[in-house]
């Protein structure tokens, strides 16, 4: 996400500059244009930083109680909430990367002053953390159509102790994935010396094509889980609809989809603008001024989204399940010194998630 070259009025160059947990499109010198823009004003960048401070602070504390009530609560340690007390942990570290972010890609994105080793490895842990909760994300889905679609196979299938494992293996395969950006990352001096640096893709990951291996691997991390959703939604509302609700069982179990349906709506939402705006900034590499801007504009709002889609499900996990609020309540209780209102009863969790 281009968003250092926001605030320095220059024209596209050759800078291959990341975005928060993607890797971005860069041109090649040749591509630079004639023209430059008008900077974002000091206003612009002042709202984006309080919108991102204020997605810090419910983040945190959201991912925080999240990853407390699963492991403080036993009764919340279904295989659904071990999914996402592993998604909080990675939306977590996400978060806590976001003041570098703020600060060396919105405000003073040159010279870099933390060394080779913390560029590298903040990128690092970004891209994992990203490729985690997609990963994450469609795993759930799967084991929900068993569960809806598949129930006695998923009896079989579905455990505990094979979830936690799942999820082991899921976040090997999300390090595995992000392991080239130790190989396209580095600091860079500029050209005109002065100890101008940046932290940003290396001469070497454009011109050995491996840049844009790693573009085809964010594509695909994206548009595979967007059609494997698509189709498994697809068919647990379709199970779930055209069968009459018999049981509690079966209300717990469309409450249960509504709420995931509500998390993959809100990976889409917060992860397309990305790619439209990737798309767009490849598209007017040496075009018009006016395209330049917009898809600049696009960067600007994909990186406040890429830190939304961190720090929403905690929200929409409050907002839809009854048994999430109680844990968090009884969590929160339980921790306020003589504190003296009486314990809450788990009258919700056997029907609603």
Request: charged residues 15%; aromatic residues 10%; glycine residues 8%.
């Amino acid at each position: 996400m281009d968003v250092s070259a926001l605030g320095s009025g220059s024209s596209c160059s050759e800078d291959c500059v990341l975005g928060s947990g993607c890797l971005e499109d860069c041109g090649n010198q040749s591509d630079q244009t004639d023209w430059e823009w008008e900077d974002f004003s000091g206003a612009e960048l002042v709202c984006v930083t309080a919108v991102c401070v204020l997605l810090l602070a419910l983040g945190i504390t959201g991912n925080m109680l999240t990853i407390l009530v699963v492991w403080l609560r036993p009764h919340l340690r279904s295989t659904t909430y071990l999914y996402l007390s592993s998604m909080a942990v990675s939306d977590l570290l996400i978060l806590l990367l976001m003041p570098l972010d703020l600060y060396y890609k919105l405000w003073r994105f040159q010279p870099w002053d933390l060394g080779d080793a913390v560029c590298k490895l903040s990128v690092f842990i970004s891209e994992s953390c990203t490729y985690s909760s997609i990963l994450h994300i469609t795993a759930l889905s799967l084991e929900r159509y068993l569960a809806v679609c598949r129930p006695l196979t998923a009896k079989t299938l579905v455990t505990r102790t094979r979830v936690r494992t799942l999820i082991g293996c899921l976040w090997v395969v999300a390090v595995i994935s992000a392991g080239p950006v130790f190989a396209i990352v580095g600091v860079e001096e500029l050209g005109g010396g002065e100890g101008e640096s940046e932290c940003r893709c290396t001469d070497y990951a454009v011109s050995s094509g491996l840049l844009g291996a790693m573009m085809w691997l964010s594509n695909l991390y994206f548009l595979v889980p967007l059609g494997i959703l698509g189709v498994v939604y697809g068919l647990i509302g379709r199970k779930l609809w055209l069968r009459p609700q018999r049981s509690s069982r079966d209300r717990a179990q469309r409450h249960t989809i509504k709420m995931l349906g509500m998390i993959v709506l809100a990976f889409v939402l917060c992860w397309l603008p990305f790619h439209v705006g990737r798309t767009l900034f490849s598209m007017t590499l040496g075009s018009s001024a006016d395209m330049y801007y917009i898809s600049q504009y696009f960067n600007l709002v994909s990186f406040v989204l890429f830190y939304l889609s961190a720090a929403v499900n905690p929200i929409l996990y409050n907002t839809m399940s009854a048994r999430y609020r109680h844990a968090v309540r009884s969590l929160l209780r339980s921790h306020t010194p003589r504190s003296h209102h009486p314990p809450l009863t788990p009258q919700h969790s056997t029907t609603t998630l």
